[in-house]
């Protein structure tokens, strides 16, 4: 198969994973997501979609660093074409396709070659392939022609053209054997003594066969806890019966559907908060009665504003970190996310304005 029927034939199987800490992509093998431990970022729970999972909260059940895998629970509809683990030898010269989502490019495949079949790094072997992958490809699936599973994309080279290491699949097949014959989940492999531990069995960080300190466990305990004006965000949200684990895209940006309208909420370094919403772009014909209608309806809004960029409306709420408070976040918010779709909604059928286009992950 070309590349294109191959992203066509099994891209219901290839998984976007957010984290307060960044994204990667993971995919589909029987009933488990599979990834890289490091974007999971040693926590308990991430959030997916996929093209047949609209985004919600999962459990992560299995971390191993020193494989740099982790397994996901999977508690939906398996895709029409599953993904399989290859049975043949990679050779040189073997033509591979990466999919994930780097930079946030969703669903996105790159076409190479395998440099190296078998390239040596601290002790594991890795693929070494051309195959243009980024920020955000980490976990994705490395594809032979035939559209088999050869391996997980793992890291690249910094500064480097396309040099990128993928995790062979004899790896991932031997990890999914080891986990599944002792039946439990949440589930800890020691670097050290690669000995595979229920969490529940761990005391103070420490693995009890060998006593390596186990930073996964520690992480997992701890989890992401926001501090300051970011949890005083989040505070607010969640007062709002908003759930902030699906709405957080990372430690200091926010994004909440509200009907037609997405508000977008920003924290940035110099103190400023910035709640917008972009919500639909001007048509050609009768710009000055959306012109006159904004100007008017500026006047009458309090915590508020109307403002144009090129040619996109927004609605927006600025504030500074050190005079934001509960209540008046509670307020502010509301008011945003209510008047947002409500705008949108008259600017599309009263003034004609022209409906946004969204990207299909963020449906």
């Keep these: 198969m070309n590349t294109q029927d191959i992203l066509d034939t099994y891209v219901d199987n290839i998984i976007q994973i957010m984290t307060p800490y960044g994204s990667g992509t993971g995919f589909i093998i029987d009933d488990l997501i599979i990834t890289n431990s490091h974007v999971v970022s040693g926590l308990k729970e991430v959030v997916i979609s996929s093209k047949l999972i609209k985004r919600t909260i999962a459990k992560v059940i299995y971390d191993d660093n020193d494989y740099d895998l982790a397994f996901i629970s999977l508690e939906h509809l398996a895709s029409k074409n599953p993904l399989t683990l290859s049975s043949t030898i990679v050779k040189d010269g073997d033509t591979t396709i990466a999919i994930g989502h780097p930079y946030g490019l969703n669903y ?35 594809l032979n022609t035939q559209g088999e599973v050869i391996g997980v994309n793992t890291f690249i080279v910094q500064n480097a053209n396309n040099l990128g290491f993928a995790l062979p699949y004899f790896y991932v097949e031997e990890t999914i054997k080891n986990f599944k014959n002792i039946q439990q989940i949440n589930i800890i492999k020691c670097p050290s003594c690669k000995n595979l531990i229920q969490e529940k069995e761990i005391k103070n960080d420490y693995c009890f066969e060998c006593g390596t300190k186990l930073a996964v466990a520690r992480q997992r305990r701890k989890g992401y806890k926001p501090s300051g004006a970011t949890k005083l965000i989040e505070e607010i949200l969640s007062a709002l019966e908003i759930n902030v684990t699906l709405a957080r895209r990372s430690q200091a940006s926010w994004r909440v559907e509200s009907g037609s309208a997405r508000v977008e909420i920003n924290y940035y370094e110099n103190g400023i908060i910035i709640g917008d919403s972009k919500l639909c772009a001007i048509p050609k014909n009768k710009i000055d009665e959306i012109y006159d209608y904004l100007l008017s309806e500026n006047k009458k809004l309090s915590y508020l504003q109307f403002s144009i960029n090129e040619n996109n409306i927004y609605i927006s709420y600025l504030i500074v970190d050190s005079s934001l408070t509960l209540e008046e976040g509670k307020i502010a918010f509301k008011r945003l996310l209510t008047l947002s779709n409500e705008y949108d909604d008259i600017l599309i059928n009263k003034y004609k304005a022209i409906k946004l286009k969204r990207d299909e992950e963020d449906e």
């Design 108 to 142: 996105t495949a790159t076409e190479g070659i395998v440099s190296k079949a078998s390239r040596l790094q601290d002790d594991l072997e890795y693929i070494q392939i051309d195959a243009a992958i980024n920020p955000g490809n980490s976990g994705g699936p490395l």
